[in-house]
Nanobody, 120 residues
Framework: QVQLVESGGGLVQPGGSLRLSCTAS????????MGWYRQAPGNQRELVAT???????NYGDSVKGRFTISREAGRNTVYLQMNSLEPEDTSVYYC??????????????WGQGTQVTVSS
């Protein structure tokens, strides 16, 4: 059983910062790409950022220059540092990871989501 658990969401004022964390646990053989997506009510889930095992990153256009994704391999953890937050960033943020479990079954896993609200 593989799980992704997110933390770090909350309420922040416009212009503020938050840092999200997501840790994978369970019977894991290897983790490939990890990333963050978000979904606001009435909208489709959209890419925020992804990171490969080599550290190559990709960002959605709306967050470039403001958000930074990073990962800590030894802790199976991915982070999302969010700066200069705007009300439009209000959404539920989901962690995503592509994982080989201990039986070498490959799967795409999602966290339960963490709410980020940007409001004065």
């Amino acid at each position: 059983q593989v799980q992704l658990v997110e933390s770090g969401g909350g309420l922040v004022q416009p212009g503020g910062s938050l840092r999200l964390s997501c840790t994978a646990s369970g019977r894991i053989f290897r983790i490939d790409d990890m990333g963050w997506y978000r979904q606001a009510p009435g909208n489709q889930r959209e890419l925020v950022a992804t990171i490969t095992t080599a550290g190559n990153t990709n960002y959605g256009d709306s967050v470039k220059g403001r958000f930074t994704i990073s990962r800590e391999a030894g802790r199976n953890t991915v982070y999302l540092q969010m700066n200069s937050l705007e009300p439009e960033d209000t959404s539920v943020y989901y962690c995503n990871a592509h994982i080989f479990d201990s039986s070498l079954k490959y799967g795409t896993y999602w966290g339960q989501g963490t709410q980020v609200t940007v409001s004065s």
